[in-house]
Every structure is written in C-alpha cells, then in structure tokens.
C-alpha cells in the first residue's frame, strides 16, 4: 500500500504559476499509475492530468491542457503537478492519486490510493 502527501497548494495572484508536489511513501511510486485531480467548493472532484508509471505517456483534462504539466521523478517517489496562468477557477482543493493497475485516465474510480490534498487559491 503506498500514502500520499500533497504539498505546495497555497494563495497566488491570477496569472501566476505553482507547483504541486505528491510523494509517496510505502511502496516505490515507479508500481503505479498516477493522477491528479481537484474539487472547486460545491463541484464534484474533476480529473486533471494523468501520468503513466515511466512518465512516457501523460493525458490531460481539455479544460487544463497546455496550463498544467504533470510529471515524475521515481528516483525522488514524487509526482508533481506545475501550473501555469492561474485563474480564479483553478480555485480548488488539488489531490493525487494512485493507479496499481497502471490507469491514468479521467475516471476517478481507476485509481486505488489518494492523498489529502492540498489547497489552491487563486485570487482575481
């Protein structure tokens, strides 16, 4: 079983980046699958982008693509989610997730672990 902690989450200024980190501890990160996800107040939780185990294949939300770039270092059991141009909407708590059956795709019951998450918000 592998725990996740998310970090970096904070209050920026619309038009400013962030950089989100997961790690993992418990078992190597290089076993799953990961993903990211965030859940505005009153919203349901929505996919962002998801990463394969080796990093070679991603796959992103329409709504976030070419904002947010997830990526990996397994050498360092982190996951890290960078975003670019924030907008109030981004406005959200932001979690990862973790696939052991190697799925990095939108659909939330795909995944098997989850962090905490951490908190966004972006001010207009």
């Known amino acids: 079983q592998v725990q996740l902690v998310e970090s970096g989450g904070g209050l920026v200024q619309a038009g400013g980046s962030l950089r989100l980190s997961c790690a993992a501890s418990g078992r190597t990160l290089s076993s799953y699958a990961m993903g990211w996800f965030r859940q505005a107040p009153g919203k349901e939780r929505e996919f962002a982008a998801g990463?394969?185990?080796?990093?070679?294949?991603?796959y992103y939300a329409v709504s976030v693509k070419g904002r947010f770039t997830i990526s990996r270092d397994n050498a360092k059991n982190t996951v890290y989610l960078d975003i670019n141009s924030l907008k109030p909407e981004d406005t959200a708590v932001y979690y990862c997730a973790a696939s052991a059956g190697q799925f990095y795709g939108s659909h939330p019951y795909g995944y098997n672990y989850w962090g905490q998450g951490t908190q966004v918000t972006v001010s207009s």
């Open positions: 990463i394969s185990w080796s990093g070679d294949a991603t």
